[in-house]
């Protein structure tokens, strides 16, 4: 459960077509990012509980990897999708929008890697969000960043 939690780590910003791109202050899309990144931890933990819910009565399998991969694919997965999703739908910052693009490519890496081998996600040494979860420190991110 405590490497599902740790993958919450991700900004990004919104880009248009359009000629006027809304931008906001970078305080302002941090506050708005990591409200997002919150909402992921809030949907994380519940999937978490649905997926125990749904082994509980049978026979004990919390232990093995396969079971933890399961719970990664399950419960990690869609939620930072959707994350994802939510941040490149935010207004741009007025400053910094290259490191928060190079963010989201490091989050999109992550998130590709992840839902290939979850496993990956389970062992420290490995986290495909370490990247990602570097970036938004260093931008200035508290909940997306893990800090």
Do not use: H, W
Not at 1 to 12: C, N, Y
Not at 98 to 120: H, I
């Amino acid at each position: 459960m405590a490497a599902i939690t740790a993958l919450v780590v991700l900004p990004s910003c919104g880009s248009s077509n359009d000629e006027t791109v809304e931008t906001v202050s970078k305080e302002e899309f941090v506050k708005q990012a990591d409200q997002v990144c919150a909402k992921t931890e809030k949907r994380q933990l519940a999937l978490v509980n649905k997926f125990e819910e749904s082994k509980s009565g049978k026979e004990s399998q919390a232990s093995t990897a396969k079971a933890e991969e399961e719970l990664v694919a399950f419960a990690g997965v869609p939620p930072i999708k959707q994350q994802f999703q939510e941040l490149s739908q935010l207004p741009t910052p007025e400053s910094g929008s290259s490191q928060v693009d190079a963010y989201l490519k490091a989050l999109e890496a992550g998130l590709t890697t992840v839902e290939k081998e979850p496993a990956l996600l389970l062992n420290i040494d490995s986290d495909p969000f370490a990247k990602a979860a570097s970036l938004a420190e260093d931008f200035g991110f508290k909940v997306c960043s893990g800090a």
